[in-house]
């Protein structure tokens, strides 16, 4: 199968706004890989937004000078796959211009079609839709197969490339191998959003489980016998980084075990650490025995998946916590209140932010453990965080937003300069209006070239911006970044001199240290 039909169709799914032409062309380009398993996989992985290799050491830095496109489309998946492969294997003295030559000689094979699609798949930028949603229904459409069945055996095999490999290949047989299995890593089940606890308990029909919600790092607990294995949350192995997970888990009283669990660092005094001291634990450089020496991560067990031998997916969750409170001791369990009482509600979330946690989760009683979705069953509930800030610059969108002026960086006022500090970039929060509307506005506060992938604007819109917390970065040279910014709304009623300061932003970033 050439490169040049995938990365078509890619174009194809970026240009549609409908989920069922995203699925029917998705869907077409599968079956064209139906005849070698491991092909299915690399394509869903690629359609998806995401290489087999996950991280290979190529970013939007190295893609900056190209060369030009070739006139005939030549390069095969396969052979594009093994290339990703050959690149991330690159190590030692002089690896860097042996990458860089890898590349470049890889995008010299490429078409001008596949020369955009590997650029935005290598920079994390290919977003055209392709969601995980749509994926598997593509899979069952072009295996043939109920649509339900597949997104089951996703949800059970952790991994939709291998399942819609199976699934095209095998069918329905295929599809039966994907149970619950000890040492097989399974998607988390996700949360969606409440405004409040009052409005968590109303959609969660009026009686919820409440827990505290940690700023740490989940993570799934595998045990069979004396073997742990620990999975982040996107299903990579990290248990040699992990040996307190490790000793947890040894230490309950079972013989097989799936739980899903957070990792944090905590305070002497049981506060949390910012999350970045947790998330050091998970460098590929760090001496794991001497940072957990100097700052042992604790694990709290939130769920139970299985249990010697016995499935606990399909239970309701006040069954699966009655599971888990017989076999976690306390000083591994989170703050937990079942309560049908807003006010009571309302106590235990101020209690939980009182004690440095993000929020909490709201949890229906009732509701089983649907790995890999985004389940109503579970809300989170969070305090939002706003600050007005100024656009120093946008990047031309991809996909369906292929012409429009799409991801705003982000800047806070300094009094101290008369200039602004960049804070971080994002894309989310736009609406197709808001995007026609910004493209118009920016180009017109272009101060200098449109027509590369950065247009710097002069610095006089404001945009309110929601975000999660702040971290420290040494990306910015304000030594501070955004957690998960989102746009709100675009201020027109301030000027960029009413902007929030830098000061501010450091006070907020101060006082959650």
Avoid at 105 to 113: E, R
Avoid at 216 to 238: E, K, M, N
Avoid at 366 to 383: H, M, N, Q
Avoid at 477 to 497: I, W
């Amino acid at each position: 199968m050439l490169l040049l039909d995938v990365a078509t169709a890619s174009a194809d799914v970026g240009a549609s706004s409908s989920r069922l032409t995203k699925t029917a062309r998705i869907a077409e380009t599968l079956r064209q890989a139906a005849d070698d398993p491991e092909q299915v996989a690399i394509v869903v992985s690629w359609l998806s937004g995401e290489l087999p290799q996950r991280q290979i050491g190529v970013g939007w830095a190295a893609l900056r000078s190209l060369p030009a496109p070739a006139a005939t489309p030549t390069l095969t998946v396969p052979a594009v796959h093994a290339r990703f492969s050959e690149i991330k294997e690159v190590a030692g003295k002089g690896s860097q211009a042996r990458r860089a030559a890898l590349v470049a000689d890889l995008f010299g094979a490429a078409t001008d079609v596949e020369q955009t699609f590997l650029r935005r798949l290598l920079s994390g930028e290919l977003r055209q839709g392709a969601l995980v949603g749509v994926m598997a229904d593509a899979v069952a459409k072009a295996a043939d197969l109920p649509a339900a069945a597949v997104r089951r055996a996703a949800m059970l095999g952790g991994n939709l490339p291998a399942v819609a490999a199976a699934a095209l290949t095998e069918g329905a047989a295929g599809l039966a191998r994907f149970t619950l299995t000890v040492g097989r890593p399974v998607g988390p089940m996700l949360a969606q959003t409440a405004t409040g606890v009052a409005d968590a308990l109303e959609r969660l029909g009026g009686t919820a489980v409440l827990e505290a919600k940690l700023d740490g790092a989940r993570v799934q607990v595998h045990r069979s016998g004396d073997t742990v294995a620990i999975y982040t949350r996107s299903l990579d192995d990290v248990t040699a980084r992990l040996p307190e997970v490790v000793d947890a888990a040894l230490a309950l009283p079972v013989t097989e075990l799936i739980a899903d669990a957070e990792a944090i660092a905590l305070r002497p005094d049981g506060r949390p650490h910012r999350f970045q001291v947790t998330a050091s634990r998970f460098g590929r450089s760090v001496d794991i025995a001497a940072a957990a020496a100097v700052q042992p991560l604790s694990v709290f067990v939130f769920d139970l998946l299985h249990v010697d031998g016995t499935d606990l997916l399909d239970m309701p969750t006040r069954e699966r916590i009655a599971v888990l409170d017989e076999l976690v001791p306390d000083r591994h369990r989170v703050d937990r209140l079942i309560t049908d009482d807003p006010t009571s509600a309302e106590d235990f979330l101020r209690r939980t932010l009182a004690a440095g946690h993000e929020g909490v989760m709201a949890k229906s009683p009732t509701a089983p453990y649907e790995a890999g979705r985004r389940g109503a069953g579970w809300l989170k509930v969070k305090p939002v965080h706003t600050l007005d800030l100024v656009v120093l610059a946008v990047e031309w969108g991809s996909g369906r937003r292929t012409g429009k002026l799409s991801n705003i960086h982000l800047g806070a006022r300094d009094p101290r300069t008369g200039g602004f500090v960049m804070l971080g970039k994002t894309f989310k929060g736009m609406t197709d209006a808001m995007l026609e509307w910004q493209t118009a506005r920016f180009l017109e506060l272009a101060d200098g070239p449109t027509d590369g992938y950065v247009v710097r604007v002069r610095p006089e819109q404001v945009v309110e911006i929601a975000f999660d917390g702040i971290q420290t970065s040494t990306r910015y040279p304000g030594g501070m970044a955004l957690r998960f910014a989102r746009v709100v709304r675009y201020r027109d009623d301030k000027t960029a001199a009413e902007a929030d300061t830098v000061n501010t932003v450091r006070q907020i970033y101060e006082r959650a240290d």
